[in-house]
């Protein structure tokens, strides 16, 4: 299986924040799902690979050869070229306020040689975006919708989203989802995809990507990494400190406890009467989350963005 994007000892260094030698791939084939919390370096990693910001050390492959997006790497015609492999979502924000949906459509279509005007059509008619509209009266999730139109309508071979589905209701998540679904199965295809509502994952990543302040945790077959936790439901009388230690996100209650693992084989062995669930992606983050810096606040945050979601 071949890797469309390759990232290696990606280093990009602010003030207070540190992108500290990220590695990964993103195989053919697969939805790459790139999760962590706010300010984690998800976006500064996207930009780099986009050729938005220059890092400061590392490698970056698109396509099986080096990364000729950043300034004096290559030539305008390498870049266009390259460019046109690639659909970009990078949020609701990144259109001029003043122009009709048409107009800006017509402002970006030139770009790309393999525009697909039929093709953007029949996604504005799914999403509901009328040409005539300015982008300044429109919805965060409509100018959503609009970028994601955009991105799917030039023939790419890979697309890299940040946070695609935020400002998106239940519904037309489904519609997007479908739509990834329908864009990989023509092949040779790629995705990654940066989101915080991992549920999506759930339904259609292939491979998860963890990125917590700056640094790559883990990356892994979602398959794989679902099979490897689980969900523990216990009596808290059976609890004791050196059990504890094979738990995480531990929660005690008059009624029992509730827990995630990545050892269940043992945890089964400690607690035989516990009742044993799947865990989701959700559970996973928030668990990755616990012991690192500053980990209460993450956890705190991701799990009022989850709480939220399940309401």
Known sequence: MKNIIEVNNLTK???????????????????????????????????????????????????????PLHPGTASDFQRNLLADRIGVVLGAGAFYENLTI???????APAYSSWQEDEFRKLSKRFGLEPSRKIKT????????????????HNAELLIMDEPT??????????????????????????LFSTHITSDLDKCADNII?????????????????????????DRASLTPEKETFLRCLRITDFGFTAVTDQPEKARQLFPEALFDRACVDDITIALCEGRPDSLENRCVLSQEITERRL
């Open 138 to 153: 429109l919805s965060s999730g409509t100018k959503m919708k609009l970028a994601l139109a955009l991105a799917l309508s």
């Open 210 to 234: 963890f990125i917590d302040h700056g640094k790559i945790l883990l990356e892994e077959d979602k398959d794989a990494l679902l099979d490897s936790w689980r969900l523990v439901k216990g």
């Open 13 to 67: 260094k602010y003030p207070g924040f540190t992108l500290s030698q990220a590695s990964f791939t993103v195989p053919e084939g697969c939805i790459t799902g790139f999760v962590g919390a706010n300010g984690a370096g998800k976006t500064t990693t996207l930009r780099a690979i986009l050729g938005l910001l220059q890092p400061d050390s590392g490698e970056i492959r698109l396509f099986g050869k080096p990364c």
């Open 102 to 108: 048409r107009q800006m459509k017509q402002a970006i």
């Open 166 to 191: 935020g400002g998106l209701d239940p519904l037309v998540r489904d519609t997007f989802l479908t739509l990834l679904r329908e864009f990989m199965e023509k092949g040779g295809r790629g995705v």
